[in-house]
């Protein structure tokens, strides 16, 4: 028992974006408020890119700059964190901008049109 | 020279064209439909250099900005990828041509921001295509995916909802593909395609990778709209505007369909099981299911492009039988039918798009005396529908016998039932369309039902 937690305890950012993840899956489902549902999707990206940044994290580790004076000498890769994930979530985060500013305005198209967020009444007037 | 940058032009070409599409509306309204068909066109005629130079010179590698893989970004264009080009860009290049009259009538929304995101969907969907490492390949499907969701949402009304929950389940899907290969990069610590397939195999008993596949499968199921994940597609292909359905049904599933394969036969070398889950068996006998849902749920609608939503959810189902049987005619009948079914899903929704034109809707009862008033698109709505029920010499027969004996190759003989009788059920529905279209007569009153 006192091994797993430990375990676990040491892998926590990973159980942090499991989390976020349900949280989110949980909010796209259960709401029937469509804004709701939205928040609950960008929750769920968001745990993501959570997943992505604990990878490249190290204990101890410094961020991956090399000066020029020091390239010479042999760089250690335990020293720095991993730089490509930051990399690829810079790039996610643009999408899921993307995708959140359609979903939004397709959302403020759908409030002009029903007046209302909350699904079942949109349904109603369908 | 210019031609061994192809791989490359293949996105650049229309995402430029994308870019100053909007601009020259601006300039000159007048000109935006030419310059998007031209740079459709243009964007077929590329990838058919690229296929010619595939098949003469073999596969074609591209270092963008000259860094070498696996560190550099790489487009790889081999044979399927070129094939798949052809079909994307030919039928992309038609569906431009065809939506010119909706959106000078104006039931497509303005034509710069139509075709801006057309061309934008196209370049996306030539980068899928193209791209030779996973996180290119989730860059790309999300911006087609999101060119999508705008063309669809401009249909307003009910395409509003249609599109919200095609965001929601779109994202989850890509999330999915994403956190996949996420679990893959800390397995192997890269992402380049030719890299991972190197170094995959002697990690085949990692449960990291088991879950990495289920996240992938999972998330491609999704953008390929396999049962049962398709509950976005019968909505988003029905209530979009008539030229968005003509331009996006024929390609959309076909492009997550060859992802799906580029992913299990290029990275992870088809593996017949995964930790005691037998991957390829398990998609092959979803394609099965997807062939019946689909079909009995097309039979069941009267309304033409619902109908077709619900065929193109059965036929998808096809390629996924083909790729997961994995054996090489059943691989042959699921890349033909990638080909097969746009073709045919392509000519019956311009079809559709232009009896709501000509005939006021897509409701089966608007069909009546179609067969009087528009000659034409009839005749090309029955070879369309004798493809689709695998009748020959129509296209779709050839594709479904190259499954049937790759079923019977594998031992799969109740697959090999479900594939034959999908071409029935096919042949229900499809029957069901013509029946309105050309039997129904004049003195008739109200719809006939079956």
């Known amino acids: ?101 359609v979903a939004l305005a397709v959302l403020i198209k759908i409030h002009r049109t029903y007046r209302t967020f909350e699904e079942d009444v949109i349904l109603r007037q369908m | 020279m210019l031609l061994d940058h192809l791989p490359a032009l293949l996105a650049v070409v229309p995402l430029v064209a994308a870019l100053a599409l909007p601009l020259a509306g601006a300039v000159r309204p007048r000109l935006v439909y030419p310059l998007a068909v031209g740079a459709g066109a243009v ?31 790489e487009l790889v264009v081999d044979h399927l990828s070129a ?53 290119n390949l989730f860059v790309f499907l999300e911006v087609a995916s999101i060119a999508s969701y705008a063309l669809v949402a401009s249909g307003g009304g009910r395409a509003l909802m249609a599109a919200f929950r095609y965001i929601l389940l779109g994202t989850v899907g890509a999330s999915f593909y994403l956190l996949g290969v996420g679990h893959l990069y800390l397995l192997t610590g890269t992402l380049n395609m030719a890299d991972l397939s190197q170094r995959l195999p002697e990690l085949a008993a990692s449960r990291v990778l088991l879950v990495a596949v289920g996240f992938l499968v999972i998330g491609l199921g999704i953008k390929m709209a396999l049962v049962p994940l398709h509950g976005w597609l019968p909505d988003a292909y029905t209530y979009a505007p008539p030229a968005v359905t003509a331009l996006i049904a024929p390609v959309t599933t ?31 006998w979803a394609g099965g299911a997807a062939i019946l849902v689909g079909g009995v749920l097309a039979i069941r609608q009267n309304d033409l492009r619902r109908l077709l939503a619900y065929s193109s959810v059965s036929q998808v189902g096809y390629i996924a039988l083909g790729i997961g049987l994995a054996n090489r005619p059943a691989l042959a009948g699921a890349y033909l039918h990638i080909l097969n079914h746009a073709m045919m899903k392509g000519c019956l ?63 799969h003989t109740l697959l090999a039932g479900v594939i034959v009788g999908g071409g029935l059920l096919a042949a229900v529905y499809m029957f069901k369309v013509l029946e309105h279209a050309c039997l129904a007569r004049p003195d008739e009153a109200g719809p006939r039902r079956c």
């Open chain 2, 254 to 284: 076909k492009v997550a369909a060859y992802a799906l394969a580029r992913v299990l036969f290029s990275v992870l070398g088809a593996p017949a099981a995964l930790a005691g889950i037998p991957l390829m068996s398990v998609l092959a």
């Open chain 1, 1 to 101: 028992m006192t091994e797993f937690l430990a375990y676990a305890v040491e892998r926590y950012t990973y159980w942090a974006y499991v989390a976020l993840m349900l949280i989110g899956f949980y909010a796209m489902i259960a709401h029937g408020n469509l804004l709701k549902k939205l928040i609950g999707m960008n929750i769920f990206q968001t745990a993501i890119i959570l997943f992505f940044l604990s990878i490249s994290a190290k204990r101890g580790a410094t961020l991956p700059i090399i000066p020029p004076e020091a390239a010479e000498l042999v760089v250690a890769p335990p020293h720095f964190m991993n730089p490509l994930p930051h990399a690829l979530m810079l790039t996610a985060i643009v999408v899921m901008v993307g995708t959140l500013g």
């Open chain 2, 349 to 411: 929704f311009f079809a559709a798009g232009a009896v709501a034109a000509r005939l006021g809707g897509s409701a089966l009862t608007d069909l009546r005396l179609m067969h009087r008033r528009m000659p034409v698109t009839t005749a090309c709505m029955v070879v369309a529908a004798l493809s689709m029920i695998g009748i020959p010499p129509a296209g779709g027969f050839f594709s479904k016998w190259y499954l049937l004996v790759g079923a019977l190759e594998a031992g």
């Open chain 2, 43 to 73: 964007t077929a005629v590329l990838s058919l250099l690229t296929l010619e130079r595939v098949l003469t010179r073999g596969v074609m590698r591209y270092h963008v900005g000259g860094w070498p893989p696996p560190w550099g970004i």
């Open chain 2, 83 to 135: 094939f798949v080009a052809v079909t994307v860009s030919g039928l992309a290049a038609l569906a431009l041509l065809y939506a010119g009259p909706a959106v000078r009538s104006g039931t497509a929304g303005s034509p710069a921001p139509f075709f801006g995101l057309s061309l934008l969907y196209l370049a996306s969907l030539m980068g899928i295509v193209v791209a030779g490492d996973l996180f």
